[in-house]
C-alpha cells in the first residue's frame, strides 16, 4: 500500500478515481446518509416497543455513539482520505487481516442492501400502481442507480445532494406541523405532552425495551459512515469532512431526537398503526398519521414520495459504496487487480459491473427462492455494527501509535474530541446491539433463527480467521503502525488510486 501512495500519476491513468466530489456534496451526503425508512417509518416501532421516553434514550445513546465514531473516523478520512477508508485503516492501524475481512464484509452488505432497497422501491410503487408487476419497478430503479454511479462521481454528487435535501425539507416540514399540532394551532385539540404520561409511559418494558429500540436506532443511522468514503473523492477533504462530521451532532438532534419527540408527542405509544415497521407500511407511517392528525389529508402520497427518494438514494448510496470498496479491496491486493480498474472518468467500472450482477442475482433470489433471499439478508444484518466496531478499533490504534512515535495532536488536520472515551463507547455499544439483536433465541434454543440472525458475525471471523492462516498475519506493534499523512505541507500527496480533478467549485 506504501508504494501504491507514493507513485504519482496523471488523471488519464486506468487505475484512479477522481476527487470531483464539492463540499457542499460531502456535506449533504452526510446530512442525508442516515435520513432512510428508519426514521420515515420504524421509528413508530421503537416508540410502541419501548414507549416516548425508552425511544428517546435509545435514539440519544445511540446518537451520541454516532457522533463520536464520526469524529474517529474523520480524524482517520482527513489524515489519509481515500476510497474505501475502512478497509484500509483496519489493515494500516491493526491487521491486515482484519483489513480483508472488513472490505469483504462491507462490500458484501451493500451489495445485498442495494437489492434490498429496489426490492422496497418495487412496494411503494405499489401505493399508486398496484397492477404493476414489481420486478418492473425494481429493474428500474436497478437500472436508475447503476446509471447515476456510471456517469461520474460528480453525478452521484449533485443527485444525492438533491435526493437529501428532499429529506431535510420534508423534516424540517413535519417539525413544524407537528409542533403546531401539539400547541393545537393545527389539527384541533392541542396534545401537549398527555402522551407522555399516558398509561405506562414514559417508559415500556424496561431496559430490555430500550435494549431492543437500541438495535432499531442502529439501524437507523446506518449510512453516516459513508462521509469516510467519500473523502477519497473529496476535492477538499481536509476541509469538507471536518464540516460534515461536525454538523453530525446537530442533525441527529434535529433529525432523530426532535422528530420522535413530536412523533411521540401526537400520537400515543399504544397506537396500533406504530407498529408498521417497513416500507410497505407507508399508509401508516407516524411521518404520515402526524401530518394527518393536523388535517393534511393528502399526506400519504406526500410521503409516499419522499420515502421513494429515500429507498433510491440508499439503493444510490450502497451501489457507491460497495463500488468503491471493491476497488480499494483490490488496490491494496485483497481482491482482483480486474476491479483496480478505471474509465478516463474515473469510475471503477468492473467493481461497478460486479457489484449490480451480485444486486441482480440478490434480487432474482427474492422471486426464484424466498429461503435463499433470507440468508443473504440475514447475513448482512450486522455488517453495519461491524463495520462501526472496526472503524472504533482502528481510531484507538491509531491514536495510541500517533502518540506513542513522538507525534502530537496539533499534527492533524482534524483531531477527535473525547479521546478515548468516544471509541470506547461505540467498541461497547456496538458489542451490546450485536448480542442484543436476537437473546431470547439463546435462551429458548432457537438455533435457526440465532444463526439467521447473529449469521454476519461468523462470516467475518471466517475471513479473518482465513486470511490470519494463509497469510500469516500478526497485530501490528503500535511502534510499527504506519501513521504518515497523506496530505503533506498543506497540500495533497498524490496517490496511485486517486487524483485530482481540476474542475472550478
Request: a positive charge.
Amino acid at each position: 500500500m506504501e508504494q501504491s501512495m507514493s507513485n504519482a500519476t496523471t488523471s488519464e491513468a486506468s487505475d484512479q478515481v477522481k476527487r470531483g466530489l464539492k463540499t457542499r456534496h460531502v456535506s449533504m451526503i452526510a446530512l442525508g446518509g442516515c435520513i432512510g425508512t428508519g426514521l420515515f417509518v420504524a421509528s413508530g416501532s421503537a416508540i410502541s416497543t419501548a414507549g416516548p421516553g425508552g425511544a428517546l434514550v435509545a435514539y440519544i445513546a445511540m446518537g451520541l455513539m454516532v457522533y463520536f465514531l464520526m469524529t474517529s473516523l474523520g480524524e482517520m478520512a482527513t489524515n489519509m482520505p481515500i476510497s474505501g477508508s475502512f478497509a484500509a485503516y483496519s489493515a494500516k492501524y491493526v491487521d491486515p487481516a482484519l483489513g480483508f475481512a472488513m472490505g469483504w464484509n462491507y462490500w458484501f452488505n451493500w451489495a445485498i442492501t442495494v437489492a434490498v432497497d429496489i426490492s422496497t422501491a418495487a412496494l411503494v410503487m405499489k401505493f399508486w400502481l398496484p397492477g404493476v408487476p414489481g420486478w418492473i419497478w425494481s429493474a428500474v430503479a436497478l437500472l436508475l442507480v447503476f446509471t447515476i454511479n456510471a456517469f461520474s462521481v460528480q453525478a452521484f454528487g449533485e443527485t444525492e445532494f438533491w435526493m437529501s435535501l428532499i429529506k431535510v425539507v420534508t423534516i424540517f416540514v413535519f417539525l413544524a406541523v407537528g409542533l403546531m399540532t401539539i400547541v393545537g394551532i393545527m389539527g384541533g385539540h392541542a396534545t401537549g405532552l398527555e402522551n407522555f404520561t399516558y398509561k405506562k409511559a414514559p417508559f415500556v418494558g424496561g431496559f430490555p425495551a430500550i435494549l431492543s429500540v437500541f438495535v432499531v436506532a442502529g439501524f437507523s443511522f446506518q449510512g453516516t459512515e459513508l462521509v469516510g468514503i467519500t473523502a477519497g473523492e473529496s476535492k477538499d477533504p481536509s476541509h469538507s469532512v471536518p464540516k460534515a462530521i461536525n454538523s453530525v451532532f446537530w442533525r441527529i438532534i434535529l433529525f432523530y431526537i426532535l422528530a420522535i419527540f413530536v412523533i411521540a408527542a401526537v400520537l400515543p405509544y399504544t397506537s396500533h398503526d406504530l407498529l408498521g415497521s417497513s416500507a410497505s407500511d407507508i399508509a401508516i407511517s407516524p411521518f404520515t398519521l402526524v401530518f394527518r392528525r393536523a388535517g393534511l389529508a393528502a399526506a400519504a402520497s406526500v410521503m409516499n414520495a419522499v420515502i421513494l427518494t429515500a429507498v433510491i438514494s440508499a439503493a444510490n448510496s450502497g451501489m457507491y459504496a460497495s463500488t468503491r470498496m471493491l476497488f480499494s479491496l483490490s488496490k491494496e491486493g485483497y481482491a482482483p487487480k480486474l476491479f483496480e480498474r478505471t474509465g478516463k472518468n474515473g469510475i471503477p467500472y468492473p467493481a461497478l459491473f460486479a457489484t449490480t450482477i451480485i444486486a441482480a442475482l440478490t434480487f432474482i433470489s427474492s422471486i426464484a427462492g424466498p429461503k435463499i433471499y433470507m440468508w443473504l439478508v440475514a447475513a448482512s444484518g450486522l455488517t453495519g455494527f461491524i463495520a462501526w466496531f472496526g472503524i472504533a478499533l482502528s481510531h484507538l490504534r491509531f491514536r495510541r501509535a500517533f502518540i506513542l512515535q513522538g507525534h502530537k495532536l496539533s499534527e492533524l488536520k482534524y483531531h477527535a474530541k473525547w479521546f478515548p472515551l468516544g471509541p470506547v463507547l461505540a467498541l461497547v455499544l456496538c458489542i451490546a446491539v450485536i448480542v442484543g439483536q436476537d437473546p431470547q433465541s439463546f435462551f429458548t434454543g432457537n438455533w435457526e433463527q440465532v444463526l439467521v440472525t447473529y449469521m454476519s458475525v461468523p462470516l467475518v471471523l471466517v475471513l479473518y480467521i482465513g486470511y490470519k492462516i494463509k497469510k500469516h498475519t500478526k497485530l501490528i506493534p503500535l511502534k510499527d503502525v504506519d501513521v504518515s499523512p497523506v496530505h503533506r505541507d498543506g497540500t495533497l500527496k498524490e496517490s496511485a488510486n486517486v487524483t485530482s480533478d481540476t474542475t472550478n467549485d
